[in-house]
Each structure stands twice: as C-alpha cells, then as structure tokens.
C-alpha cells in the first residue's frame, strides 16, 4: 500500500517530538530491566496479555488467556508463555522467528493500569519448561521463552476514556452478528441463512469447549 497523498505526514522523530512534546523525567525512570515483585505479582495476578510481534512480512497482535499467573516467572529477567491450541495460522510464533523483538501487554480485571514488557523472544520445546506450564493436565507442545529488556507500568488513561470495566457500557450481545455469520459474510460476501449461520456458530462453540488445552 503506498503511503497516502495531499495531507502532512511525519517523517522524522523530530516532527514527533515538536508535535507530541517529551516525556516527562517521572515517566522515563519508571523503566526497568528485571523483573521485581510489583511486576511479579501483577503477572501473577493477570488472566490475559496482549502479545505483539513483527517481521518483514507484517505486524501481529493477538490474545493469550488463561487462569491467573499463566505466564510463568522464571527468573528476573525470563518469562515463558505456554502456547496453547489456537488455529494453528501461528502468526505470532512464525513471526519470533523470524524477528525476535516482541512485546507483551499485562492486563487484570478491573484494574485500569497495565503491565508492559518488552524483549527477545524464542520458541521452545524443552520439556521442563512445558510442564510449568501445564494446564488442566495439558502440557502444551511449544512455549514462548521471552528475554526481558524492558518493564514499565503503564498509566490508567486508555481504560479511563474507555470504560472498559464499566458494566453499564457493556454493549448487547445481540449488537452485532454472531461471529461465524461475520465470518461466512467476510468469506461469501453476502449473509449467511440461517442454517450456515447455526451450524458454523455450533462449530465454534464445540471447538471452544473442546480444543481449549
């Protein structure tokens, strides 16, 4: 895709800057190299991350969950993150590959700071480091070894804009289509009958139930 015509695009950092303006001196001492126990503890405590990775053939973000503390600590400055089944597109893993550099975004319910890390990743099949990462009796096949360069808290903001949390703001489940209706409409071009709509929704919600770990 070529870049867009007839508006002003930055180009250099120091555009950026003169626009954005520099951090604050409390915001840029607030990054760290190791792991200590406020970081720990959040990790601990967070059901969900945010994993973003890159390589010459693109950008990547996508969702890893589990129950609390599924990111393991190994040490100060090493995590493992437990690849469990997914699609098997594999985007983020063929991207570490590929470009090791990745980040990693710690989220807690309710909580409106964040957790963000940054550092080299590996994939791994070594199997000490897939049984702390059992699940449910489930050792997964590969892991995410992830070397830490960068820690920092991040602050409220976004989540205070967004309400996310706010159960009012909650939308209603019936807002949008199900989601194999937007994926057979994305496939087709057209809505899917309702029969499709039924028997891909089912699909899904087996697969969800069943292919979890």
């Known amino acids: ?16 800057t003169a626009i954005n303006g520099e951090p604050s001196v409390n915001t840029t001492v607030k990054k760290i190299t190791q792991l200590e126990r406020h970081s720990r503890n959040f990790i601990a405590r967070s059901p969900f991350c945010l994993l973003a990775t890159s390589s010459k053939e693109g950008c990547d973000a996508s969702p890893r969950g589990d129950a609390p503390g599924f ?32 980040g990693l975004l ?45 820690i920092y808290f991040h602050c409220p903001k976004a989540f205070i804009r967004s309400g996310l949390w706010n159960i009012d703001k909650y939308m209603p489940a019936d807002e949008l289509p199900t989601l194999g209706a937007m994926i057979l409409e994305q496939i087709n071009g057209e809505p899917p009958s309702k029969e499709l709509q039924t028997n891909i929704d089912e699909a899904l919600e087996k697969d969800s139930k069943e292919n979890l770990y």
């Open 106 to 150: 710690f989220l807690i319910p309710g909580r409106d700071d964040t957790l963000r890390i940054n550092g080299r990743g590996y994939l791994t099949d070594h199997a000490p480091y897939l049984e702390l990462l059992a699940a449910r009796t489930q050792t997964p096949k590969l892991a995410i070894v992830l070397d830490v360069t960068e």
């Open 71 to 102: 990111v393991h600590c190994l040490d100060d400055t090493t995590l493992l993150i437990p690849e469990r089944p997914g699609n098997k597109l594999a985007d983020s893993m063929k991207n570490i590959i590929n470009d090791p550099e990745m």
């Open 1 to 16: 895709m070529s870049k867009p015509t007839g508006i002003n695009l930055l180009t250099d950092t120091a555009s950026l």
